[in-house]
């Protein structure tokens, strides 16, 4: 069971990890950030619909229900954890480069760690700093930032990039507050995508997925499926069945370090991106930091 529980926000940061993969294919067919986000988030509360339904039957109106005083956690966790999240990050990757971006993004485990400490009462440890300061090391690396002298150092940009960290930081601590709530894992992320959806749909172009969808439409909708899963429904369910059962402060680290190590992987494998060693080396800091941590903690439940 230990095992599993380590190894489930690994596993959300690999998923989140492979997220390039499928923006870079609906990006070729003409869609923005928010229509990809749209789209996923549509289909996964689809699916979360039809897994509620299959699983509970009749009583599957007891998973939709939540307390009317919860509704502001439910939208600012939407809101925090996907829009403005992805609204910072954007403006970050538009003034400054995207492996500079990348590192301020890198950072919400920082943030996670004070919050959780005022919020929670979490224990910030030397432990939690030091495999937080080596998992960072490591993003650093495996940005490729350390290798190069153009790097861009624009103020605001630098503003938006804390930003993006600081909102997925809030992502992570709303996520844990539902979940001391007592709300089941499959109802937090049902809201959360359903919330996203309902937000996005002003915003989503319309013909731009009717044509993609238009163009294979079996290739398309399984296309739509996995992107879903995988991106989304999958990282977010483990995400937030982590919540319920261990320190926020500690899955925000392990995750957010598998999260970059699992994107060079991908590029390496599926489009034959060079790996540096300064990548390599990356690679290394982020599995020793998770490993380290994993360790610690297995010594404190002793």
């Known amino acids: 069971m230990k095992a599993i529980l380590y190894f489930c926000p690994v596993l959300a940061g690999i998923c989140w990890g492979s997220t ?18 749209f789209s996923r988030s549509a289909v996964c509360c689809i699916i979360i619909v039809l897994l509620i339904l299959l699983k509970n039957g009749r009583g599957c109106v007891e998973k939709l229900k939540i307390n009317p005083k919860d509704l502001p956690f439910f939208i600012s966790y939407s ?7 992805n609204l910072c990050y954007n403006y970050a990757l538009n003034m400054l480069s995207m492996s500079f971006a990348s590192v301020l993004l890198s950072l919400c485990p920082f943030f996670v760690l004070v919050f959780s400490r005022f919020l929670f009462n979490e224990k910030i440890t030397g432990v939690k700093i030091l495999c937080l300061i080596t998992a960072v090391a490591g993003c650093v690396l495996l940005s490729g930032i350390s290798e190069k002298n153009d790097t861009e150092w624009n103020f605001i940009g630098m503003c938006f990039g804390l930003g993006s960290a600081v909102f997925y930081a809030l992502f992570t601590v ?37 044509t993609f969808t238009a163009s294979d439409p079996v290739k398309s909708i399984l296309f739509y499926i996995l992107h879903a899963v995988v991106v989304s429904f999958l990282p977010n369910y483990l995400f937030n069945w982590s919540m319920t059962r261990m320190d926020s402060g500690k899955i925000s680290i392990l995750s957010g370090g598998a999260e970059p190590a699992a994107a060079l992987l991908f590029g390496a494998v599926f489009y034959s991106e060079p ?8 690679l290394a800091l982020v599995i020793a930091a998770i490993s380290l941590l994993i360790k610690f903690e297995k010594a404190d439940n002793k």
């Open 174 to 210: 709303h996520s844990k507050q539902l979940s001391v709530k007592n709300y089941d894992t499959i109802t937090i992320s049902l809201y959360f995508f359903l919330i996203t959806t309902i937000l996005l749909v002003p915003f989503a172009e319309w013909e731009c997925m009717g």
């Open 275 to 282: 790996v540096s060693v300064h990548g390599l080396a990356g």
């Open 79 to 85: 809101v925090s954890g996907c829009l403005l999240m």
């Open 20 to 37: 390039g993969m499928f923006v870079r294919t609906l990006s070729q067919a003409g869609f923005d950030n928010l229509t990809i986000t």
